[in-house]
């Protein structure tokens, strides 16, 4: 059965890699250096440009460039919720860092982008599709993947104009922090078990201390990720004079579980539950690799919650 | 060619084999590791309240300004915690037991035999489907569950009314509960917000359990102990042979039927509450047998209290380990179980006493 499902993805890899002749006839490539290092041969100006990470998509359209497929965003069942409309019509892929073959041969694209993925069985893979790019390393600022991507694509002036934009909320926001400067902000994962607070160089930590925000003692460990859950008895880990607490869906069973929280005695002990400083937040937002449309997001929630009038 | 020592063999140590003195001592250990776990268990925690801080908490002698976040502690996360240790180990004890005697294999338990990982996916469909969350839902789907499981199993343990060798029911579970894993996988994979929420209880934990579940859940597993106790002497008949126990008056098909519905009730409720726990429902009959006489009322007994005993243990070894973080108490029970079951699997024939 696996050999009659090679023979099949066979034959469709040569009518893709037909279909790319005579569609990109004239069009010249040239080398790049990804971000593992290897040498590829791409296209000077990708057509068909598939997005297999969340950063990927958020750059891309932060480019004003749609790609023709991307895959689902943590823990949710299309593209990450706070794309919004932008991400509207992009096909999905796969789950959430699992793109499936065969939709990615029938998405037809032209270069894909593979940032953070680490997996070379796959990236070989992908590589017979179209040229496969690992647009950035797990723990790179967006910035950084940013302006790889955008040169990749052919942008590579706009992402100039893109961080500036960015500087620019930044100093915005900034200034109306009033009060909040420099305040603690604990960023968290609720789980009912055992919540996770994000490490210091998680994506929504360096946006916080672009802010000149501070984070608790507690939450000043070295990495990008979050926490392992942590025990209920210590939650006052997750103290601060400000708490921006989410989980991964903001509908059905997580968000439940969120409400349940503030039920719990445990939680309402909380200095920031009781100074009414908890704000709810998307966590796949919050959470997850950000981008650059992804940091102006956080900056707006933190100016809404923190921001004078 | 000689006989292993009784102490091996997991047979019973009657007085002529066992050290009787050692035994004593032994008994007295087991009898004493109860109460001194569950109170280990108040005052235990990867919070910042040292031992000493929560027995001052538990005696009301803490000083004012800690009083209300050490009641919080205890009463909230501690004393739930260990209310489900007793009722989820007693309860796993107990239906290990019942298992291992009534498919005359030392193998058989719930989570080796695919029955727990039945119950997660009854409660993972429950949760993600059918939007379940109050502790009686979530009972009726574990339920639901553990009785899929227990069917197939029991089905692949009488194929033409034979008992099958230990090691082909414990293949038969591992492969029903490898499948009933996968779906539940599937499902969670489709839903990735919940794999997110569940992925902890998935693993078997007692971290965050709500006062309330316990309470919902325990009238369940006292009466299904309860009728376990009530269901030992006609399984001692049983342990005879069938047509023995029917010439005792007992019937052996509604019996095994009975004993089916007591362990599903067990297991379910057991995995509503805590998750999957492994091991547990081998490590507590295995250690009884070393201890009680070869009536199974005692057997019985001492297994849901040395069930209780072992999950208190495992439950603050699970606190105290990366502190202050958690991790899952079935972690604790695998590394105490895994090293048993390869051992017991090496002891061949495997044949609890009385079926020989």
């Known amino acids: ?309 | 060619m000689t006989h292993p020592p009784a102490w091996l063999t997991g047979r019973p140590a009657d007085a002529t084999t066992a050290p009787s003195g050692l035994r004593r001592g032994a008994w007295a250990l087991a009898l004493i590791s109860l109460p001194m776990l569950a109170l280990a268990s108040l005052l235990l925690g990867g919070g910042d309240y040292s031992a000493l801080d929560s027995l001052g908490g538990l005696l009301g002698l803490a000083p004012a300004e800690h009083r209300e976040a050490l009641h919080t502690v205890l009463l909230t996360l501690r004393l739930p915690r260990t209310l489900a240790a007793l009722l989820v180990g007693s309860a796993l004890g107990v239906a290990g037991m019942l298992m291992q005697t009534v498919t005359r294999n030392h193998l058989a338990e719930p989570g080796l035999l695919g029955i727990n990982a039945g119950a997660a996916l009854g409660v993972v469909i429950g949760m993600v489907w059918m939007d379940a969350s109050s502790g009686v839902a979530l009972l009726g789907w574990a339920g639901l569950g553990a009785l899929a499981g227990n069917v197939c199993v029991m089905m692949a343990a009488h194929n033409k009314g034979r008992i099958s060798s230990p090691l082909r029911l414990v293949l038969a579970g591992a492969a029903l509960g490898a499948t009933f894993h996968g779906l539940t996988s599937a499902i969670l994979l489709s839903h990735q917000a919940g794999y997110d929420q569940y992925r902890f209880w998935l693993l078997g934990s007692l971290s965050g359990i709500r006062l309330d579940t316990v309470l919902q859940c325990a009238p369940l597993v006292i009466l299904a102990l309860m009728a376990a106790l009530l269901l030992t002497r006609p399984l001692s008949a049983l342990r005879l042979g069938d047509d023995l126990a029917r010439g005792l008056g007992h019937r052996p098909g509604r019996l095994r039927l009975l004993i089916a519905v007591t362990v599903t009730a067990l297991a379910g409720s057991a995995v509503a509450l805590a998750g999957p726990i492994a091991f547990l429902g081998l490590l507590a009959p295995f250690l009884g047998r070393k201890l009680a006489s070869n009536a199974l009322s005692q057997q019985l007994l001492t297994s849901a209290w040395l069930g209780a005993s072992l999950l208190l243990l495992a439950d603050i070894g699970a606190r105290l380990v990366i502190r202050p973080f958690e991790t899952p108490a079935s972690v604790m029970t695998a590394l105490l179980g895994a090293p048993l079951l390869i051992w017991l699997a090496r002891q061949a024939p495997s044949q609890p006493k009385g079926a020989a």
């Open chain 1, 1 to 309: 059965m696996s050999l009659r499902l090679l023979q099949r993805s066979r034959r469709q890899l040569v009518m893709v890699a037909l279909a790319l002749l005579t569609g990109t006839a004239g069009a010249g490539n040239h080398t790049v250096t990804d971000a593992l290092g290897r040498s590829l041969s791409v296209p000077d100006q990708p057509k068909r440009v598939l997005a297999l990470s969340e950063l990927d998509l958020d750059a891309l359209l932060a480019l004003q460039q749609k790609p023709v497929g991307t895959t689902n965003g943590r823990g949710q069942d299309g593209p990450p919720r706070y794309l919004g409309t932008a991400a509207q019509g992009i096909s999905s892929v796969g789950a959430f860092a699992s793109p499936v073959l065969d939709r990615v041969i029938a998405a037809r694209p032209d270069l894909i982008l593979a940032g953070g993925q680490p997996d070379p069985a796959l990236l070989s893979q992908l590589g017979k599709i179209a040229p496969t790019v690992v647009s950035y390393q797990l723990g790179e600022d967006w910035q950084t993947a940013l302006r790889r991507i955008a040169s990749l694509v052919g942008q590579g002036a706009q992402s100039e104009g893109v961080i500036a934009h960015y500087q620019q909320r930044l100093a915005q926001t900034r200034q109306r922090l009033g009060h909040s400067k420099g305040a603690n902000v604990s960023v968290v994962r609720w789980n009912p078990q055992g919540p996770a607070y994000m490490l210091k160089d998680a994506f929504a930590s360096r946006v916080l201390a672009d802010l000149g925000l501070q984070r608790p003692a507690g939450q000043q460990q070295p990495g990008i990720a979050h926490s392992p859950p942590l025990s209920l008895e210590a939650l006052n880990r997750i103290d601060g004079d400000w708490l921006f607490v989410g989980t991964l869906s903001a509908k059905g069973q997580a968000s439940d579980a969120l409400a349940a929280a503030r039920q719990t005695p445990a939680f309402q002990q909380l200095q920031v539950f009781k100074k009414n400083r908890v704000v709810e937040v998307d966590g796949s937002l919050w959470t997850g690799l950000g981008g650059p449309l992804a940091a102006l997001a956080v900056l707006a929630d933190v100016e809404k919650a923190l921001g004078k009038p």
